[in-house]
């Protein structure tokens, strides 16, 4: 067998994934993203709601990539790709491969409203987290020294819009955060006065899962007294305000948008065809049409199934990644794998303190059981031993204690040139 | 008993001690900081490092402050005091006081040279010390791809000046995640070319510490492969190399400033008479010549001592406020304190795995007694009970793995303007 040279762009759950499967195998595997790190995306919300440290849910991929044999990182960006002549450019120069793999992921979809771009947080990197963390705080502590009473309100309003699960989750654990924790913090502030604001288009929450749950989840979400409000849209933003469709203003300095998902940057860069959100379209293989050596996964590849696009979720990806590389494998015997199908294992989202919704196993669970099993899943796919401990001992602490301990407002200071 | 109002500014180990020893004494007591946290300064060194998450060692003064019945917490930046009307100029406007107690803190002294306040990097801040891991991870991670070979030792030397306490630890940190973790991580590099250089103005190490400890603490970093140059001074810097006094050129992407520490800013913008370093000169109770509601304490006080001016470390500015709120509590009740006198608890300081120096009840200990005397004595200072287990478990975690897990490079995004 010949060593062939595999590059996997993107070290989000596909492209791990990818590389897992591919190490010790007999190839030349080049792992390359412009971060160090992977990063467990699903856990962002707690980091920005003050219930994790940043470091937690991070990664360092060169400590995965040394448990596996000739797999060596590059932290740089891809900035294009020649399909034709094999390479990929990189602001370090240009990187040959024989079998390519794109897991470049997604970005945050504003669908155009350049003010809610300009104005709203999202949470898609490690960073977003934390300055949304810290904008949060901020925003409690210009509260405590704020004369006007409706300023000092719209300081303590947060409108989240999205009602998928990472909406959801997030409203949960804000409300959570006021309420059980910076309540005892600010007692100078009637912080009952606080608002958590879930905007959601359609009519119903976590479109993704059945209508019980859906219905479990609103009930839930405003009995902790998230005010929800469905069939609603936000069509303008400032520093103060938020505008619905229906003309209705709410005072408001912070807009966490959490509505759309589409294909990162990077698939615009190349000449593929592409599907809505920019998403790169890929054969039942997972390869692009005229380049049966390049494989795109994850949340930048577009591909049917049963008459429906695949979602954008880690599952997937995590699925897709390890299909790629068994395919790569298999090529290179003779071989050739049946089309990718997706086995859907099912989706949950926790909603707070002993509630969450989960459809898993062919079962609907919610409030304490779907909470457990939410907590256990998280815990089992974080990698690293180290983070796991460090997140249970937050989760455990919180629990017992009412207490999250990260609510520090970090400065940014930017990094020296050289 | 007449309620009083206190204002102590900066809640360093100083502020945090004054306000304990304040609290439900009967006053009004308001904090004030530009951080919502206390920062436990003594182990940023090991954030630097990526052996601690930054969260880890800092706390939140609310978190404190809801134990203490009427003290009151402000997030803002003292611009200025009006000794005669009483007041404090916050950037929110002004704060009215009956006793104020300064406790600021110290800023890094780059004694005038320009070239090293530009490049250098220096460990006062919880930021300045993730900047710095960013920092020095990055500069392995351009190692990689750096075609030239000078280059490529030049990104992987680090040149740290002063040979105090800060000094000694952040060097003996640095090499032990060279060897023991990036070796494993950069099997592509060199990693025995890496550089360590020490370099120390006077003829020894550990200056505040007796003669033969410092001996023990160079001849432990020379076998740990660090490089310590005594009689030796940085007089220039620029991005690739540092220039010594002798004409000696180190060629280094990195240097860290620990040579020296002055008064905080603040020092400068207040009327009070000044010595050395910009500190603000006491009198023996603590306060200013002409105002004997204000007290001054921590780094930005000056005061002798039998003919020696206080140190500029933790210990005298916990006394110090322990002092400055008796004084108060004793004038309020008609009684005057005897000065301030500073019992020296003794120093010490840790080099690596196993091996310490520590000056303490009279004992000098070095090797594994100073150790863990050294670990055993920073946990207990460190505020907070879970940041005590989230240290330590990191601390095992490493003297077992040899694994300091928080190698992320983590990036600068500025927070949304409002």
């Given at each position: 067998?010949?060593?062939?040279?595999?590059?996997?762009?993107?070290?989000?759950?596909?492209?791990?994934?990818?590389?897992q499967a591919l190490a010790g195998k007999g190839h030349d595997i080049l792992l390359v993203d412009r971060n160090n790190y992977h990063l467990f995306q699903p856990l962002l919300y707690q980091v920005a709601t003050a219930g994790l440290e940043q470091e937690?849910?991070?990664?360092?991929?060169?400590?995965?990539?040394?448990?596996?044999?000739?797999?060596?990182?590059?932290?740089?960006?891809?900035?294009?790709?020649?399909?034709?002549?094999?390479?990929?450019?990189?602001?370090?120069?240009?990187?040959?491969?024989?079998?390519?793999?794109?897991?470049?992921g997604s970005a945050t979809n504003f669908f155009g409203l350049t003010a809610v771009e300009q104005h709203a947080f999202d949470l898609k990197e490690l960073e977003d987290a934390e300055v949304l963390r810290n904008h949060i705080?901020?925003?409690?502590?210009?509260?405590?020294?704020?004369?006007?009473?409706a300023r000092k309100r719209a300081?303590?309003?947060?409108?989240?819009?999205?009602?998928?699960?990472?909406?959801?989750?997030?409203?949960?654990?804000?409300i959570e955060l006021v309420n059980f924790v910076l309540a005892k913090d600010y007692p100078e502030l009637g912080i009952h006065t606080a608002r958590v604001v879930l905007v959601e288009a359609t009519d119903r929450l976590l479109a993704a899962m059945p209508q019980e749950l859906g219905m479990y989840t609103l009930q839930k979400l405003r009995s902790m007294s998230v005010e929800v409000?469905?069939?609603?849209?936000?069509?303008?933003?400032?520093?103060?305000k938020v505008s619905?469709?229906?003309?209705?203003?709410?005072?408001?300095?912070?807009?966490?948008?959490?509505?759309?998902?589409?294909?990162?940057?990077?698939?615009?860069?190349?000449e593929v065809p592409r599907a809505a959100g920019g998403r790169i379209i890929v054969e039942p293989d997972l390869t692009l049409a005229d380049h049966p050596d390049?494989?795109?996964?994850?949340?930048?590849?577009?591909?049917?199934?049963d008459g429906k696009a695949l979602p954008m979720i880690a599952q997937v990806a995590m699925q897709m990644g390890v299909?790629?590389?068994?395919?790569?494998?298999?090529?290179?015997?003779?071989?050739?794998?049946?089309?990718?199908?997706?086995?859907?294992?099912?989706?949950?989202?926790?909603?707070?303190?002993?509630?969450?919704?989960?459809?898993?196993?062919?079962l609907q669970l919610r409030g304490y059981p779907a909470w457990l099993a939410w907590l256990l899943l998280h815990l089992y796919y974080l990698i690293g031993f180290r983070n796991r401990i460090v997140v249970l001992l937050n989760w455990v602490w919180y629990y017992w204690f009412h207490e999250r301990q990260v609510r520090l407002i970090t400065r940014r200071k930017p990094m020296k040139q050289d």
């Amino acid at each position: 067998m010949q060593k062939k040279r595999i590059v996997i762009v993107g070290m989000g759950f596909g492209g791990v994934h990818a590389a897992q499967a591919l190490a010790g195998k007999g190839h030349d595997i080049l792992l390359v993203d412009r971060n160090n790190y992977h990063l467990f995306q699903p856990l962002l919300y707690q980091v920005a709601t003050a219930g994790l440290e940043q470091e937690s849910i991070a990664y360092s991929v060169r400590a995965m990539a040394r448990s596996w044999p000739d797999v060596r990182f590059h932290l740089t960006e891809v900035t294009g790709i020649d399909f034709s002549r094999k390479e990929i450019q990189v602001t370090s120069g240009l990187l040959p491969y024989d079998y390519l793999i794109i897991g470049a992921g997604s970005a945050t979809n504003f669908f155009g409203l350049t003010a809610v771009e300009q104005h709203a947080f999202d949470l898609k990197e490690l960073e977003d987290a934390e300055v949304l963390r810290n904008h949060i705080l901020s925003a409690f502590e210009r509260a405590v020294i704020e004369p006007d009473p409706a300023r000092k309100r719209a300081l303590m309003t947060f409108v989240v819009v999205g009602g998928g699960p990472t909406g959801v989750e997030f409203a949960g654990a804000l409300i959570e955060l006021v309420n059980f924790v910076l309540a005892k913090d600010y007692p100078e502030l009637g912080i009952h006065t606080a608002r958590v604001v879930l905007v959601e288009a359609t009519d119903r929450l976590l479109a993704a899962m059945p209508q019980e749950l859906g219905m479990y989840t609103l009930q839930k979400l405003r009995s902790m007294s998230v005010e929800v409000l469905l069939n609603a849209q936000v069509v303008d933003v400032d520093a103060e305000k938020v505008s619905l469709h229906d003309g209705a203003v709410i005072p408001a300095h912070t807009l966490v948008w959490s509505a759309g998902v589409k294909a990162a940057p990077l698939a615009a860069r190349l000449e593929v065809p592409r599907a809505a959100g920019g998403r790169i379209i890929v054969e039942p293989d997972l390869t692009l049409a005229d380049h049966p050596d390049v494989f795109v996964i994850g949340d930048i590849a577009w591909l049917q199934q049963d008459g429906k696009a695949l979602p954008m979720i880690a599952q997937v990806a995590m699925q897709m990644g390890v299909y790629a590389a068994k395919a790569i494998l298999a090529k290179e015997q003779g071989s050739v794998l049946p089309p990718f199908r997706y086995h859907d294992k099912g989706s949950m989202a926790t909603i707070g303190r002993n509630a969450a919704v989960a459809n898993v196993f062919g079962l609907q669970l919610r409030g304490y059981p779907a909470w457990l099993a939410w907590l256990l899943l998280h815990l089992y796919y974080l990698i690293g031993f180290r983070n796991r401990i460090v997140v249970l001992l937050n989760w455990v602490w919180y629990y017992w204690f009412h207490e999250r301990q990260v609510r520090l407002i970090t400065r940014r200071k930017p990094m020296k040139q050289d």
